[in-house]
Antibody, heavy 120, light 107 residues
Framework: EVQLVQSGAEVKKPGESLKISCKGS????????IGWVRQMPGKGLEWMGI????????RYSPSFQGQVTISADKSISTAYLQWSSLKASDTAMYYC?????????????WGQGTLVTVSS | DIQMTQSPSSVSASVGDRVTITCRAS??????LAWYQQKPGKAPKLLIY???SLQSGVPSRFSGSGSGTDFTLTISSLQPEDFATYYC?????????FGGGTKVEIK
Protein backbone atom coordinates (compact mmCIF):
# COMPACT_ATOMS: atom_id res chain seq x y z
CA GLU A 1 0.00 0.00 0.00
CA VAL A 2 1.38 3.39 -1.00
CA GLN A 3 1.67 5.73 1.98
CA LEU A 4 3.11 9.17 2.58
CA VAL A 5 3.39 9.88 6.30
CA GLN A 6 4.21 13.42 7.36
CA SER A 7 5.73 14.66 10.59
CA GLY A 8 3.53 16.13 13.30
CA ALA A 9 2.17 19.60 13.88
CA GLU A 10 4.63 22.35 14.80
CA VAL A 11 4.28 25.59 16.76
CA LYS A 12 7.14 28.00 16.21
CA LYS A 13 8.06 31.63 16.80
CA PRO A 14 8.89 34.10 14.02
CA GLY A 15 12.55 33.87 13.04
CA GLU A 16 12.92 30.23 14.06
CA SER A 17 13.95 27.50 11.65
CA LEU A 18 11.94 24.39 10.83
CA LYS A 19 12.23 21.18 8.82
CA ILE A 20 9.19 18.97 8.24
CA SER A 21 9.29 15.52 6.71
CA CYS A 22 7.37 13.18 4.44
CA LYS A 23 8.19 9.46 4.49
CA GLY A 24 7.15 7.30 1.56
CA SER A 25 6.49 3.58 1.67
CA UNK A 26 4.89 0.89 -0.45
CA UNK A 27 6.50 2.00 -3.71
CA UNK A 28 9.89 2.80 -5.25
CA UNK A 29 10.64 6.15 -3.59
CA UNK A 30 13.34 7.04 -6.13
CA UNK A 31 11.04 6.59 -9.14
CA UNK A 32 8.48 9.29 -8.35
CA UNK A 33 8.66 13.00 -7.70
CA ILE A 34 7.51 14.35 -4.32
CA GLY A 35 5.81 17.74 -4.36
CA TRP A 36 4.91 20.13 -1.56
CA VAL A 37 1.64 22.07 -1.46
CA ARG A 38 0.69 24.90 0.90
CA GLN A 39 -2.83 25.60 2.09
CA MET A 40 -3.23 28.71 4.19
CA PRO A 41 -6.19 28.82 6.60
CA GLY A 42 -9.45 28.92 4.64
CA LYS A 43 -7.62 29.25 1.31
CA GLY A 44 -6.81 27.18 -1.76
CA LEU A 45 -3.93 24.94 -2.76
CA GLU A 46 -0.58 26.42 -3.79
CA TRP A 47 2.18 24.36 -5.38
CA MET A 48 5.52 25.14 -3.72
CA GLY A 49 8.03 22.88 -5.40
CA ILE A 50 8.98 19.32 -6.26
CA UNK A 51 11.93 16.97 -5.94
CA UNK A 52 12.98 13.76 -7.65
CA UNK A 53 14.62 11.71 -4.90
CA UNK A 54 16.45 9.55 -7.44
CA UNK A 55 18.86 12.36 -8.32
CA UNK A 56 17.64 15.27 -6.11
CA UNK A 57 16.53 17.31 -9.15
CA UNK A 58 14.44 20.07 -7.56
CA ARG A 59 12.12 22.69 -9.05
CA TYR A 60 10.46 25.57 -7.23
CA SER A 61 7.46 27.76 -7.83
CA PRO A 62 8.71 31.33 -8.39
CA SER A 63 6.51 32.34 -5.43
CA PHE A 64 8.49 30.10 -3.09
CA GLN A 65 12.00 30.15 -4.62
CA GLY A 66 14.41 31.38 -1.96
CA GLN A 67 11.78 31.13 0.77
CA VAL A 68 12.00 27.40 1.42
CA THR A 69 14.35 24.50 0.70
CA ILE A 70 13.20 21.10 -0.51
CA SER A 71 15.46 18.09 -0.05
CA ALA A 72 15.31 14.32 0.15
CA ASP A 73 17.21 11.42 1.70
CA LYS A 74 16.58 8.44 -0.52
CA SER A 75 18.29 6.08 1.92
CA ILE A 76 15.35 6.54 4.30
CA SER A 77 12.67 7.34 1.67
CA THR A 78 12.03 10.76 3.15
CA ALA A 79 11.51 14.19 1.64
CA TYR A 80 11.84 17.44 3.55
CA LEU A 81 10.60 21.01 3.47
CA GLN A 82 12.54 23.54 5.48
CA TRP A 83 12.56 27.19 6.45
CA SER A 84 15.55 29.09 7.81
CA SER A 85 13.53 31.96 9.29
CA LEU A 86 9.80 31.53 9.72
CA LYS A 87 7.27 34.33 9.40
CA ALA A 88 3.73 34.53 10.72
CA SER A 89 2.56 34.29 7.11
CA ASP A 90 4.04 30.76 6.91
CA THR A 91 1.19 29.56 9.14
CA ALA A 92 -0.54 26.94 7.02
CA MET A 93 -1.15 23.27 6.39
CA TYR A 94 1.58 21.71 4.26
CA TYR A 95 0.98 18.59 2.20
CA CYS A 96 3.43 16.35 0.42
CA UNK A 97 2.22 14.33 -2.54
CA UNK A 98 3.58 11.83 -5.03
CA UNK A 99 3.87 12.86 -8.69
CA UNK A 100 4.79 11.07 -11.88
CA UNK A 101 5.95 13.16 -14.83
CA UNK A 102 4.40 10.75 -17.29
CA UNK A 103 0.80 9.59 -16.92
CA UNK A 104 -0.95 10.47 -14.74
CA UNK A 105 1.07 13.73 -14.46
CA UNK A 106 -0.84 14.41 -11.28
CA UNK A 107 -0.50 14.02 -7.52
CA UNK A 108 -1.94 10.56 -6.98
CA UNK A 109 -1.12 9.98 -3.30
CA TRP A 110 -1.02 12.60 -0.57
CA GLY A 111 0.32 12.80 2.94
CA GLN A 112 -2.01 13.64 5.81
CA GLY A 113 -0.64 17.18 6.10
CA THR A 114 1.54 18.97 8.63
CA LEU A 115 0.07 22.04 10.35
CA VAL A 116 2.65 24.74 10.96
CA THR A 117 1.71 27.59 13.27
CA VAL A 118 4.03 30.57 13.57
CA SER A 119 3.16 32.95 16.36
CA SER A 120 4.97 35.10 18.85
CA ASP B 1 3.41 31.06 -15.04
CA ILE B 2 0.26 29.49 -16.37
CA GLN B 3 -2.75 30.85 -14.47
CA MET B 4 -5.74 28.60 -13.84
CA THR B 5 -9.15 30.23 -13.39
CA GLN B 6 -12.01 28.18 -12.01
CA SER B 7 -15.68 29.09 -12.14
CA PRO B 8 -17.89 29.36 -10.33
CA SER B 9 -16.11 29.86 -7.01
CA SER B 10 -19.07 28.23 -5.30
CA VAL B 11 -22.22 26.44 -6.35
CA SER B 12 -25.29 25.39 -4.39
CA ALA B 13 -26.88 22.19 -5.56
CA SER B 14 -29.20 19.42 -4.42
CA VAL B 15 -28.64 15.68 -4.26
CA GLY B 16 -29.25 14.28 -7.72
CA ASP B 17 -28.34 17.48 -9.55
CA ARG B 18 -25.88 17.63 -12.41
CA VAL B 19 -23.01 19.94 -11.54
CA THR B 20 -20.45 21.37 -13.95
CA ILE B 21 -17.27 23.20 -12.94
CA THR B 22 -15.04 24.92 -15.46
CA CYS B 23 -11.32 25.63 -15.46
CA ARG B 24 -9.58 27.92 -17.93
CA ALA B 25 -5.82 28.04 -18.50
CA SER B 26 -4.08 31.28 -19.43
CA UNK B 27 -2.32 29.42 -22.25
CA UNK B 28 -2.68 26.06 -23.94
CA UNK B 29 -1.86 23.05 -21.79
CA UNK B 30 -2.85 20.25 -24.18
CA UNK B 31 -4.69 17.71 -21.98
CA UNK B 32 -2.42 18.04 -18.96
CA LEU B 33 -5.10 18.85 -16.44
CA ALA B 34 -6.07 17.10 -13.22
CA TRP B 35 -9.04 17.53 -10.89
CA TYR B 36 -9.00 17.00 -7.13
CA GLN B 37 -11.65 16.82 -4.44
CA GLN B 38 -10.95 18.11 -0.95
CA LYS B 39 -13.19 17.67 2.08
CA PRO B 40 -12.74 19.78 5.23
CA GLY B 41 -9.75 18.72 7.29
CA LYS B 42 -8.62 16.16 4.70
CA ALA B 43 -5.93 15.98 2.06
CA PRO B 44 -6.99 16.42 -1.57
CA LYS B 45 -7.92 13.33 -3.55
CA LEU B 46 -7.18 12.84 -7.25
CA LEU B 47 -10.35 12.36 -9.31
CA ILE B 48 -9.39 12.93 -12.95
CA TYR B 49 -6.03 13.11 -14.74
CA UNK B 50 -5.06 13.94 -18.30
CA UNK B 51 -8.29 15.94 -18.55
CA UNK B 52 -10.62 12.95 -18.90
CA SER B 53 -9.10 9.82 -17.34
CA LEU B 54 -10.85 8.60 -14.22
CA GLN B 55 -8.51 7.72 -11.35
CA SER B 56 -8.89 4.17 -10.09
CA GLY B 57 -11.64 3.84 -7.49
CA VAL B 58 -13.39 7.12 -8.37
CA PRO B 59 -17.12 6.75 -9.09
CA SER B 60 -18.16 6.99 -12.72
CA ARG B 61 -20.52 9.92 -12.00
CA PHE B 62 -17.38 12.07 -12.18
CA SER B 63 -16.14 12.93 -15.66
CA GLY B 64 -13.76 15.42 -17.19
CA SER B 65 -13.42 16.91 -20.64
CA GLY B 66 -11.55 19.57 -22.56
CA SER B 67 -8.19 20.33 -24.08
CA GLY B 68 -6.11 23.38 -24.84
CA THR B 69 -7.36 26.09 -22.49
CA ASP B 70 -10.91 25.10 -21.49
CA PHE B 71 -11.82 22.18 -19.27
CA THR B 72 -14.84 20.93 -17.35
CA LEU B 73 -15.50 18.60 -14.44
CA THR B 74 -19.02 17.17 -14.37
CA ILE B 75 -20.74 15.33 -11.57
CA SER B 76 -23.68 13.64 -13.27
CA SER B 77 -25.83 13.04 -10.18
CA LEU B 78 -24.62 14.74 -7.03
CA GLN B 79 -24.39 12.49 -3.97
CA PRO B 80 -24.21 13.57 -0.31
CA GLU B 81 -20.53 12.61 -0.13
CA ASP B 82 -19.71 14.91 -3.08
CA PHE B 83 -20.17 18.14 -1.12
CA ALA B 84 -16.59 19.38 -1.06
CA THR B 85 -14.19 21.79 -2.73
CA TYR B 86 -12.83 20.93 -6.15
CA TYR B 87 -9.53 22.11 -7.63
CA CYS B 88 -8.06 21.90 -11.09
CA UNK B 89 -4.28 21.70 -11.61
CA UNK B 90 -2.28 22.09 -14.79
CA UNK B 91 0.73 19.88 -15.48
CA UNK B 92 1.87 21.20 -18.85
CA UNK B 93 5.22 22.17 -17.40
CA UNK B 94 6.98 21.73 -14.11
CA UNK B 95 5.67 25.10 -13.01
CA UNK B 96 2.56 23.38 -11.71
CA UNK B 97 -0.39 25.56 -10.75
CA PHE B 98 -3.77 25.01 -9.12
CA GLY B 99 -7.02 26.79 -9.78
CA GLY B 100 -8.64 28.77 -6.98
CA GLY B 101 -11.19 26.09 -6.12
CA THR B 102 -14.95 25.59 -6.40
CA LYS B 103 -16.96 24.84 -3.30
CA VAL B 104 -19.99 22.63 -3.89
CA GLU B 105 -22.52 23.33 -1.17
CA ILE B 106 -25.86 21.86 -0.21
CA LYS B 107 -28.85 23.82 -1.50
Amino acid sequence: EVQLVQSGAEVKKPGESLKISCKGSGYSFTSYWIGWVRQMPGKGLEWMGIIYPGDSDTRYSPSFQGQVTISADKSISTAYLQWSSLKASDTAMYYCARYLNVLPRAFDYWGQGTLVTVSS
Amino acid sequence: DIQMTQSPSSVSASVGDRVTITCRASQGISSWLAWYQQKPGKAPKLLIYAASSLQSGVPSRFSGSGSGTDFTLTISSLQPEDFATYYCQQANSFLLTFGGGTKVEIK
